[in-house]
């Protein structure tokens, strides 16, 4: 099993610019989850979904759009980067939310310019 | 919504010493878990505690739900245990959310 995986692995972005960043898993859970890490910071959460077609804000979701049509993807969509979106973007995954253990891909690091 | 403080933020030992970290939830939980955040970024499950203690090598975790915290201990350190240390738990009404703590940051010195 790959486990979660997102891609790219890094990206730098001019100030304006779109773009999506992919999560898929393969462990056929429910739950997924968009964090940002700010250097020196804990994670914060921008979206989350408890299942396709379902999703909900998170602590910080303003400059961010996601949709959740298959049970494996969840893609996050900047619109407009701003350099107040340079962080490091991990998604998670979990069978059941936070009442089972949630597991997270390998990050992407964005830098806006 | 809940507050979740871990201590100490910032610890720094010698190889082979033995630590204990703390994390402290302001609101009952029936779960929670910890993460060790590598110095490469990487976030890697250690445990997932709804209760009581458990044990992997040189790791092991208790939780006191009741009183609302828990402890990672880590016994014979080594360089490869620096990183930073998350514990998160379960929040909103549906235990939908995963709230993490503020982290500690553990730097050990050969």
């Known amino acids: 099993n790959a486990g979660v995986t997102q891609t790219p692995k890094f990206r730098i972005l001019k100030i304006g610019q779109s773009m999506t960043l992919q999560c898929t898993q393969d462990m056929n859970h429910n739950y997924m989850y968009w964090y940002r890490q700010d250097p020196g910071m804990g994670l914060k959460l921008i979206y989350y979904s408890v299942g396709a077609g379902i999703t909900d804000k998170g602590e910080v979701p303003n400059g961010y759009n996601v949709s959740r049509s298959t049970t494996e993807d969840f893609p996050l969509r900047l619109e407009l980067a701003a350099p107040s979106q340079t962080s490091v973007y991990f998604c998670?995954?979990?069978?059941?939310?936070?009442?089972?253990?949630?597991?997270f891909g390998q990050g992407t690091r964005l830098t806006v310019v | 919504g809940i507050q979740v403080e871990q201590s100490p933020p910032d610890l720094i030992l010698q190889e082979g010493a033995n630590s204990t970290l703390r994390c402290n939830f302001s609101d009952s939980v029936n779960n929670l878990q910890w993460f060790h955040q590598n110095p490469w970024g990487q976030l890697i499950n250690l445990f997932y505690?709804?209760?009581g203690t458990k044990q992997n090598g040189r790791l092991s975790a208790t939780t006191v739900a009741t009183e609302r915290y828990s402890l990672l201990y880590i016994s014979s350190s080594q360089t490869t245990d620096s990183g930073v240390y998350f514990c998160?738990?379960?929040?909103?009404?549906?235990?939908?959310?995963?709230?993490f703590g503020t982290g500690t940051r553990l730097t050990i010195i050969p």
């Open positions: 998160a738990v379960p929040t909103n009404f549906g235990n939908e959310k995963l709230t």
């Open positions: 998670a995954s979990s069978y059941l939310g936070g009442n089972t253990e949630a597991f």
């Open positions: 505690i709804p209760s």
